[in-house]
């Protein structure tokens, strides 16, 4: 016989139960992803967008660009996505925003929103919050949300939870993974997802142009303070040369990262005439602080921000220099 997930009874969940009054209420529901969409604001948009088509709830899923990250297309309903708002919505869920800015777009006033985040910087901007930063992932909460209520989980929904659960957390390596993310991801893969497959398809479909824009991107690499700080970068050129997306890059950072003697990496990029920062550090160092200066957020060990330049080298000068004073 399959054992239920008991969540800890210790823990309050009222705002669960609030989340799911509005939705069971509601007619037309709009659900958010973030613009720049990773695994964990797709997948926890298509966990609820299947649990939403399986009990006929009329709803979208929105993302702002229809630029999609096309290694996630193996999750159900992923071909449903829109960046086309519907005339009529009477709730949204915004999944994985740290911040209102990150929608992409102007909520109107009079839609209520619940907002599912687990970025330490999320203020609490909708009308319900379902916000715990302890969490590894969104995907990790929007699990609990469908235990709490009671809401069966199926092979397309447990497919999508583990996904965004998986690569969120870095293949179970960060920090915030315990016991419970480890108990939840068992539990999933009894519910159907399959987890050598979901692997398979995030980590072994990579574009050529990843390979040819990497190396570029390793040889900008500075360092400074002894090696402890590493700055890295990519150029627009470059990408234009290889014919690689800004998401072919994204894995210089953690190769950085991987060397012995950096603290804290930083990879910056021309997105939409700014430059985005990803940053990222090792132990108690907390990058969110440097991150919210520039009305940025995150995490303690993984924030990002933009700057209001497209000159990637004055961008570097005005981080490096915050971080230095804030260490």
């Known amino acids: 016989m399959k054992k239920d997930f008991i969540l800890d009874n210790k823990l309050d969940f009222s705002n ?8 069971e209420n509601s007619r037309y529901i709009l659900i958010i992803t973030h613009v720049n969409p990773d695994a964990d604001t797709i997948s926890s948009a298509l966990a609820l967008s299947n649990l939403f088509f399986e009990n006929k709830i009329k709803h979208k899923v929105f993302n702002v660009s229809s630029d999609l990250p096309q290694n996630l297309n193996f999750i159900n309903r992923f071909d449903k996505i829109t960046d ?3 005339k009529f919505y009477d709730l949204a869920i915004s999944v994985d925003c740290g911040t209102s800015k990150r929608f992409g777009f102007e909520l109107p ?5 619940i907002n599912i985040d687990h970025h330490k910087s999320n203020d609490g901007f909708g009308k319900v919050n379902i ?3 302890q969490k590894s992932s969104t995907a990790e909460i929007m699990f609990d949300f469908f235990k709490f209520n009671g809401l069966y989980i199926t092979k397309n929904s447990a497919t999508a939870l583990y996904t965004g659960i998986y690569d969120d957390s870095l293949r179970f390596s960060i920090a915030r993974c315990d016991e419970k993310t480890f108990e939840k991801a068992n539990f999933l893969v009894k519910c159907g997802a399959n987890p050598s497959e979901i692997a398979s398809k995030l980590l072994r479909r990579d574009s050529l142009a990843k390979y040819r824009v990497i190396p570029k991107i390793l040889d900008s690499l500075e360092l400074f ?8 970068k990519a150029e627009p050129h470059w990408l234009k040369q290889t014919g690689a997306h800004l998401r072919d890059c994204e894995d210089a950072l953690d190769m950085i990262m991987s060397i012995s003697i950096v603290k804290i990496a930083v990879f910056l990029r021309v997105s939409n005439n700014h430059i985005r920062l ?3 550090s090792k132990g108690d160092i907390d990058v969110s602080k440097v991150a919210s200066t520039f009305g940025g957020g995150g ?11 497209t000159n990637l080298d004055e961008a570097k000068n005005i981080v490096l220099k915050e971080i230095l004073e804030t260490k």
Do not use: W
């Not at 669960?16 to 939705?23: G, N, S």
């Not at 006033?109 to 929103?113: E, F, Q």
């Not at 995490?299 to 330049?309: D, F, K």
């Open 278 to 280: 990803s940053i990222r």
């Open 84 to 86: 086309q708002l519907p």
């Open 16 to 23: 669960y139960k609030e989340a799911l009054e509005l939705i």
């Open 299 to 309: 995490h303690t060990n993984a924030a990002g921000c933009s700057l209001e330049t």
């Open 225 to 232: 303070k002894q090696g402890e700080l590493a700055f890295i």
């Open 131 to 133: 916000v715990d930063y």
């Open 109 to 113: 006033d009079n839609i209520p929103l």
